[in-house]
Nanobody, 122 residues
């Protein structure tokens, strides 16, 4: 199992930027595909972006495509989410998650972090 710890959340103004980080440790984090999810107040948790460990293939939620960029380091144990042009509707707790799959659909993840709060003021 992979242990995940997020950081980098905070307060940003609409139109601003933030970068979230997630440190992965434990058993073979570099053989896990990683993703960011979020849960906005009063809403269900939703997939935001994912990156597979094989070939670093990426996938995005339509509403963040072009504004957010997911990446991971070469060692495969750190995950990032660069968020540009933030909107009030991006306000949520953001979670890092991992799944032991080279071709994930991100519907079922194996490990979750505790989350980091992002608040965007309009």
């Amino acid at each position: 199992q992979v242990h995940l710890v997020e950081s980098g959340g905070g307060l940003a103004q609409a139109g601003g930027s933030l970068t979230l980080s997630c440190k992965a440790s434990g058993r073979s984090p570099d053989r896990h595909s990683l993703a960011w999810f979020r849960r906005a107040p009063g809403k269900e948790r939703e997939f935001v972006a994912g990156i597979s460990w094989l070939h670093n293939g990426t996938r995005y939620l339509d509403s963040v495509r072009g504004r957010f960029t997911i990446s991971r380091n070469n060692a495969g144990n750190s995950l990032y989410l660069r968020m540009n042009n933030l909107k009030a509707e991006d306000t949520a707790v953001y979670y890092c998650a991992a799944v032991y799959s080279a071709a994930p659909d991100y519907r079922q993840m194996d490990s979750w972090g505790e989350g980091t709060l992002v608040t965007v003021s309009s």
